[in-house]
């Protein structure tokens, strides 16, 4: 599901905002911290995001306390943006994410964002080396 679609089925079930047809463009730019392409999966939300799936929608999140001291820098978010599946919301002391999964992953890497971001990008490159062009014998 993208960010799109997350959207339109969270305002179908909100009376204040199901019949106004300005709703979901307007929504849709509120909640999400990158709204220009509503296909990929960035799923970072903004604050307004956030207090409307906690409190409105009554979405429950996970929350994992990031190491004190820890600086936020533009690689960890394009990490978080790249590896965390589900919508999630960041401040400077935790990371609060939708899915139990990727909860117990941050969990089991102490909230450490870094090691989370590097650990899923070898992952990924161990999978693509792994890849073998199989040739039949001569």
Known sequence: MNKLEITKTLISNDEAYNNNPKALNMLYRAWWTNWRAAEDRRFRLTE???????DT???????VKIPLKFVITNKVIIDLDKFITCPYFLDQE???????????QLV?????????GEAKRLTKQRKADKTIDIKPKA
């Open 108 to 116: 089991l890497f102490d909230g450490d964002l870094n090691r989370f």
């Open 57 to 63: 929608a009554d979405i429950k999140f996970y929350k």
């Open 94 to 104: 935790y990371i609060y994410v939708t899915t139990e999964q990727v909860a117990v």
């Open 48 to 54: 307004n995001g956030f207090k409307y799936f906690q």
